[in-house]
């Protein structure tokens, strides 16, 4: 009702009391993608092809505009589990069949240096770490928000938005054949905060993050959280073909609201890049630490085997290894060593340019001293026009005994192609 009511009042405001021309912009983002999966302890593997198209429209009209788009996504081939579906004698793809509407939203920029955005939306705040539209999967994580942003004091940007309603990436399956912890939606109060500014040698960002998933489903009550940390990132030329790039980030966690578990967490990354021409080199370590000493709210008996740093709302994708082995983080937390190699060229034959990119990562507890396991990922990009086609692998290989559910010898293979208008 609240999504309704905003949707509608917001629209009543497009109404301007002077004639202006409207302009409409079409919205085209399809995806043909064939994925596979060979993991330990399934005798089958997943040979997932699915197909995606967002088809919508914007119009705008002076400070106003308004977009609704639609979201529908089916397979070609479903020999995989979809994490909505029956079929879990494969190993999971996770992109179910589907049919919404991922956005429609309201946005004002009356307003100098302000952006007023109303309505079911994408939110990407700095890295996806926290919040983000989870990309990579066929249906996209949006949000029934209200969101502003604010840039009228030169080099300071504050983004403030409320949500209460997660829109999943499990599509209108979500929630079904007993599949209760991956709804549709998930409601809530969320809040998300976030305040930058730039300097000279890179932006410094503070952030408040508040989760309370309003859902009687406890393994989702206990993402219920506030985080709040700051990031800085920025680069600097060394010379014409050798640039340096660096990030460093740090969070606290603790639980909040609906959270049945007394917890508290640290996150942690550093980052650093070389651009040397056309190559691109890298390495960082990220830590999602662990809690051995959580307890629960109703009783404060100690919780057994502990509790972790948790980012719900992110795009998990990005992080972590593309296996997507730690979407959930391990209760005894996580360390990610990794380190990266890339090369880009820029007209080849007839595509305008060609990026390939190596990453290797070693995976190791923050609490217990446990190493999970190493993983190698390898990607070749080309873009053409509007094309994008992609050829991606992921190799993780768990070290000692299965340290989490799934913890999983695992082999993923892509190839797509992207058509965005």
């Known amino acids: 009702?609240?999504?309704?009511?905003?949707?509608?009042?917001?629209?009543?405001?497009?109404?301007?009391?002077?004639?202006?021309?409207?302009?409409?912009?079409?919205?085209?983002?399809?995806?043909?993608?064939?994925?596979?999966?060979?993991?330990?302890?399934?005798?089958?593997?997943?040979?997932?092809?699915?197909?995606?198209?967002?088809?919508?429209?914007?119009?705008?009209?002076?400070?106003?505009?308004?977009?609704?788009?639609?979201?529908?996504?089916?397979?070609?081939?479903?020999?995989?589990?979809?994490?909505?579906?029956?079929?879990?004698?494969?190993?999971?793809?996770?992109?179910?069949?589907?049919?919404?509407?991922?956005?429609?939203?309201?946005?004002?920029?009356?307003?100098?240096?302000?952006?007023?955005?109303?309505?079911?939306?994408?939110?990407?705040?700095?890295?996806?770490?926290?919040?983000?539209?989870?990309?990579?999967?066929?249906?996209?994580?949006?949000?029934?928000?209200?969101?502003?942003?604010?840039?009228?004091?030169?080099?300071?940007?504050?983004?403030?938005?409320?949500?209460?309603?997660?829109?999943?990436?499990?599509?209108?399956?979500?929630?079904?054949?007993?599949?209760?912890?991956?709804?549709?939606?998930i409601n809530g109060d969320n809040i998300f905060a976030n305040a930058s500014y730039k300097t000279p040698y890179g932006t410094l960002t503070g952030f408040f993050y508040r989760i309370d998933e309003d859902e009687a489903v406890v393994a989702l009550q206990r993402n219920s959280s506030n985080s709040f940390g700051a990031r800085f990132a920025g680069s600097r030329a060394l010379s014409k073909a050798i640039k340096w790039s660096y990030t460093l980030s740090y969070a606290r966690q603790q639980d909040n609201g609906t959270n049945p578990l007394d917890y508290s967490a640290d996150y942690f990354l550093a980052e650093g890049g070389l651009d040397i021409a056309a190559f691109k080199l890298g390495a960082g370590v990220e830590q999602l630490g662990g809690d051995a000493s959580v307890t629960t709210k109703a009783t404060g008996a100690a919780f057994a085997g502990g509790f972790a740093f948790q980012t719900p709302f992110a795009t998990l994708h990005k992080f972590q290894g593309w296996a997507d082995k730690f979407l959930t983080t391990p209760a005894a937390g996580i360390t990610d060593y990794y380190g990266s190699a890339g090369y880009g060229l820029k007209k080849v034959g007839p595509f305008d340019t060609i990026t390939a990119t190596a990453v290797y990562h070693r995976y190791t507890s923050d609490v217990g001293s446990i190493v999970y396991g190493d993983e190698i990922n390898l990607q070749l990009v080309a873009k053409v026009k509007k094309y994008t086609f992609t050829a991606k692998y992921a190799d993780y290989q768990r070290k000692g005994i299965a340290s989490f559910a799934g913890d999983a010898d695992s082999k993923k293979f892509w190839l797509s192609v992207d058509w965005v208008f």
């Open 1 to 185: 009702m609240r999504f309704l009511t905003c949707c509608l009042m917001s629209t009543a405001a497009l109404i301007p009391a002077t004639a202006q021309a409207v302009k409409l912009k079409p919205l085209i983002d399809t995806r043909l993608r064939y994925e596979s999966v060979d993991q330990a302890g399934f005798a089958k593997d997943a040979d997932a092809i699915t197909a995606r198209a967002r088809l919508g429209v914007e119009a705008v009209q002076g400070p106003f505009s308004f977009l609704v788009e639609a979201e529908s996504s089916f397979a070609i081939k479903e020999s995989y589990f979809s994490g909505v579906n029956r079929k879990t004698t494969y190993p999971t793809v996770a992109d179910p069949e589907n049919v919404e509407l991922n956005r429609i939203q309201v946005q004002y920029k009356g307003i100098p240096g302000t952006v007023v955005t109303a309505g079911r939306q994408r939110i990407n705040l700095d890295d996806q770490r926290f919040v983000g539209s989870v990309g990579w999967r066929q249906n996209e994580q949006t949000f029934d928000a209200v969101r502003i942003e604010y840039s009228g004091v030169k080099n300071l940007k504050i983004d403030l938005a409320y949500s209460w309603s997660d829109r999943t990436i499990w599509g209108v399956d979500g929630g079904k054949r007993g599949f209760v912890n991956r709804p549709q939606a």
